[in-house]
């Protein structure tokens, strides 16, 4: 008797609990699903702005790409005509060739003296070091159209640039730097890369200032000199922002359009010429929108292609932590 009465209040005790559960994982989902909604509100303007902005568009570009359209006319189906004309036509391979040429002025050059300075600037202590920064990061926040128009005046035939030259004897290197089918497109590239260093520089800075001091101290303890301690403990550490820095250059080198438009137009004939001077030239003069939207879909295919491998080539190693500085008031 005993034993069957508490075997039944175990059960019943068992099955108030179950009710009492389920009723609260009802209650726990409800409550999860109301807060999504209401969140949902929050973002629904941004979300109807990209769409609308950003997928829409992207979505009538590839669907333009085939097509022969001209904006005016009936549409008319080319198949992949237009994805073959951007490989076969030599003046658009000869584009794709600068633009990866200009990777070497744009990307490679700027995260290599942004790491010569930060890791300078963050070793010494000089009075007015942070004018000095901001100074060197003013050409990221300069309008391009400033920069082209500058740098322009600047590397003409009667320029500071020649004129300096000449006052030092040198005369014989003068030129028409832009104007030159030999040193237009770099020249175009050291513009590049007086305006990107700056954005290199105080990304690693910011990455330098979160490496914990005491890997510094036992590399010194060892024996590290600045530079090895440089390539030992800052380097490595600084990965992630050496990541953000490629992929950030590497996309202004491949759509580069302004600064090409406002100082050399792809001239002197086609040696500054790049895939998306051709989509503005396409759509714009040619009115060739088919052509314009292959390219421009190659383009941001290639973009997105050289973006994978350098999330690849420069990923953290696994298990590997990274160092971290320690917070104040921790051992």
Known sequence: MTLTSSTSSTSSTRSIRSAVTARTGRRRRSALTRVSWSSLLYV???????????????????????????????A?????????????????????????LLLVFYSALPVCIGLVLAGTMSRIRVYGLTVFRAVLFLPQ????????????????????????????????LATSWLGNFNTALPSIGIIGTWVEYGLCMVLFLAGIVTIDRSLYEAARLDGAGPVREFFAVTLPALRPQISIALILTITFA?????????????????????????????????????????????????????????????????????PVRAERGTR
């Open 44 to 74: 629904a303007p941004a979300l109807i702005f990209f769409v609308v902005f950003v997928i829409y568009p992207i979505v009538v570009s590839i669907r333009t790409s085939f097509y022969n359209y001209d904006g005016l006319t009936v």
């Open 76 to 100: 008319t189906p080319a198949g992949l005509s237009n994805y073959v004309n951007v490989f076969v036509d030599p003046d658009l391979r000869a584009a794709l060739l600068h633009s990866l």
């Open 141 to 172: 926040i300069l309008s391009s159209v400033v920069v082209a128009v500058a740098w322009r005046g600047l590397l003409a035939s009667d320029g500071p640039v020649n004129g300096v030259l000449e006052h030092v004897g040198l005369g014989s």
């Open 254 to 322: 491949l759509r580069n359009f302004d600064l090409i438009w406002n100082t050399t137009r792809g001239g002197p004939g086609t040696s500054t010429t790049v895939p998306s001077l051709f989509v503005y030239l396409d759509a714009f003069q040619n009115r060739e929108l088919g052509q314009a939207s292959a390219l421009a879909v190659v383009l941001t295919i290639i973009i997105l292609i050289v973006v994978a491998i350098v999330q690849v080539a420069v990923r953290e190693p696994s298990g590997r932590p990274r």
